[in-house]
C-alpha cells in the first residue's frame, strides 16, 4: 500500500511515520503537537477537491476530528453536530435526509446543555487515516468513525434523542 507523504509546516513525511513527535494533546496523535495537527486535518481536506474518494466521505471525516479536537466542540450545538454526524454515520448508513433534518433542527435550537467530554476520544485518529491510499480511504474513515463513536458511548442515548428530535419536527 502506498503512502503518500503529509505536510506538516517545514517537513514532509509519512503519517504513518510520525515516531518521536510530540502528541496532539486533543486526540493524542504523535504528529508534532496540536498546530500539526490541524495542518494535517487541512491537508485531508484539500484531497477531497483532488479525488472524489476522498469528498465522498469529507463530512464524516470532519465529523471525526471535530469530535476529538475541543477548539470544535465548544458549544453544546457544535458538539451535537459533529457527534450526530457520527452517529448517522454508524446507526443510520450516512443517511443524508437525517444530517440535514439534525442540521434544520439545530439551526432552529438555541441552546443545547454541553455534557461532559470523554477524556479519551478514540484510539483511530487523524494519523491513522491521512496517510491511505484512495481506494482504502473510505474503510479507514469509516474504522476512524467506529472508534470516535465507541469512544463516546456515553453520550449516545444523548445523541439518539438529538437525532430523534429532529426526525419528529
Not at 470532519?62 to 448517522?88: E, F, K, M, N, W
Request: proline share 4%; glycine share 8%.
Amino acid at each position: 500500500m502506498a503512502i503518500s507523504p503529509i505536510s506538516c509546516g517545514w517537513r514532509t513525511r509519512s503519517a504513518r511515520t510520525a515516531i518521536n513527535l510530540e502528541p496532539c494533546p486533543d486526540c493524542g496523535a504523535l504528529v508534532g503537537g496540536r498546530d500539526a495537527c490541524q495542518k494535517l486535518f487541512e491537508a485531508l481536506g484539500l484531497r477531497a477537491f483532488e479525488d472524489s474518494r476522498y469528498a465522498a466521505l469529507r463530512r464524516l471525516a470532519v465529523d471525526c476530528y471535530a469530535c476529538q479536537h475541543d477548539r470544535y466542540i465548544l458549544s453544546g450545538r457544535s458538539l451535537a453536530a459533529h457527534l450526530t454526524g457520527v452517529a448517522v454515520a454508524i446507526e443510520h448508513g450516512g443517511a443524508e435526509e437525517v444530517n440535514e433534518r439534525v442540521q434544520s433542527w439545530l439551526s432552529r435550537t438555541r441552546h443545547i446543555e454541553k455534557p461532559a467530554v470523554p477524556r479519551a476520544r478514540g484510539a483511530i485518529t487523524i494519523a491513522d487515516v491521512a496517510g491511505t491510499a484512495p481506494e482504502d480511504y473510505a474503510a479507514a474513515v469509516r474504522r476512524w468513525a467506529g472508534s470516535v463513536w465507541d469512544a463516546w458511548r456515553e453520550h449516545h442515548a444523548l445523541a439518539r434523542e438529538w437525532i430523534a428530535a429532529a426526525v419528529r419536527r
